[in-house]
């Protein structure tokens, strides 16, 4: 039996992670800037998440969502503390790509309208529906065909936005900065725009949150940057602390059109999962995670971009709190390998990014050994390319 592999091997095999840090099998100890995608964002081995999910499975680890359990009542109570009171209504789930293909049934299903719209560079996931609103043709094309009702705009501009989002429109789904795309910042211009753009034609506004939610871009979620209120919110990776599961908040305007039967997940809101987002969430509040996030991450993307500066193969260093990318004139591939091979484990993003998306708990001199790596890989790498 060999298991399937969707991602390339990088050669490297884990034998222990704790907080920022991750061991190989010969002890070598490096910094994890990759965190699985963003999901260790919390920390590897968080013990209070850790302690949680132990006492739940002494408990009751499984349980259909039509018997009550006391932790599903526990976790609505912490998520409260942390989701807009609009968003007071939520189905947990178990991946960003189940997420989104629940958002887009909910805005055909309340709306009763058929396109949707998303945005070039964007990426909501691989399964069907989310492959549909996912830019990449790589990804999408030996697929086809998909959910045929997708039009994509351009990602920050606003011009375009009143040709492409129309009163034929079910549902809008964006990332307010795109990770899989290239951690592509959207404007508040843009972001403004096309909220106010999806309520003029009566669609409903979905924002993903799968990466940006839960403390990574110093706020608890990136729609506190912008000022905006989706109908929809999705969120993922970071929310459980390691634990897989996902998240549609909603509001009770859309609850009211559903009925019983339209979704539906055999592990959603499973018992283990609640206790690991409960325990998560309490400590997104109590070690006051988006603030420690939004000083760390100001301090790596200001000493990125002071010490790579003078590199002609840098073009931008991007992004928010600790989601940054460093946008290259070449494929990241050389200097993702470089860095591995001296401590540092980091991933591409888009065709060109090599991206960084460290836990929260990340220190002063974790950021100095980072950016020391960065710099001398770049300038290794740069020496073949001129």
């Known amino acids: 039996m060999r298991l399937i592999r969707f991602y390339s091997s990088r050669g490297l095999r884990i034998v222990k992670a704790k907080d920022q840090y991750v061991w190989d099998v010969e002890g070598r100890k490096y ?5 699985c995608h963003g999901v260790a964002f919390l920390g590897h081995s968080n013990e209070y998440i850790i302690k949680a999910i132990e006492e739940q499975l002494r408990s009751v680890d499984v349980a259909s969502p039509s018997f009550e359990v006391d932790v599903r009542d526990e976790v609505i109570n912490a998520l409260s503390k942390v989701v807009p009171k609009r968003l007071g209504n939520v189905a947990l789930l178990n ?20 396109v949707f719209v998303a945005f070039t560079g964007s990426f909501h996931g691989r399964t069907f529906g989310a492959l549909s ?13 998909l959910l045929s009702d997708v039009r994509f705009c351009r990602f920050n501009d606003v011009e375009g936005l009143d040709k492409c989002i129309n009163d034929d429109v079910a549902g809008v789904i964006i990332e307010l900065i795109q990770g899989e795309g290239g951690v592509n910042v959207g404007s508040k211009s843009f972001i403004k725009a096309v909220e106010s753009r999806v309520r003029e034609v009566g669609a409903l506004l979905i924002v993903d949150e799968v990466q940006t939610g839960f403390g990574r871009t110093g706020e608890v979620w990136a729609i506190n940057h912008y000022g905006i209120n989706p109908d929809i919110m999705t969120a993922g990776k970071a929310l459980g602390g390691g634990y897989p599961v996902s998240a549609v908040f909603t509001t009770d305007e859309v609850v009211s059109k559903l009925v019983i039967g339209d979704h539906g997940s055999t592990y959603g809101a499973n018992p283990v999962a609640c206790a690991a987002v409960k325990a998560a969430t309490e400590v997104l509040i109590k070690d006051s995670v988006p603030t420690k996030a939004s000083l760390m991450g100001r301090e790596l993307m200001d000493l990125l971009t002071r010490e790579l500066s003078g590199f002609r193969i840098v073009k931008e260093v991007r992004g928010m709190g600790l989601m940054v990318g460093i946008d290259l004139r070449i494929k990241p591939t050389k200097v993702l390998r470089c860095m591995q091979s001296k401590g540092v484990l980091a991933l591409r993003a888009g065709t060109t990014v090599l991206r960084l998306l460290p836990p929260y708990m990340i220190n002063h001199e974790d950021i100095r050994w980072c950016v020391e790596v960065v710099k001398e890989c770049i300038e290794e790498v740069s020496k073949g390319v001129n």
Do not use: C, I, Q
């Open 133 to 145: 609103v996912t830019w990449n043709p790589r990804y999408r094309e030996p697929f086809k065909p």
């Open 31 to 35: 910094l994890d800037m990759h965190t």
């Open 95 to 114: 991946s960003g790509s189940e997420a989104t293909e629940l958002a887009l049934k909910l805005a055909r299903r309340v709306s009763r309208r058929k």
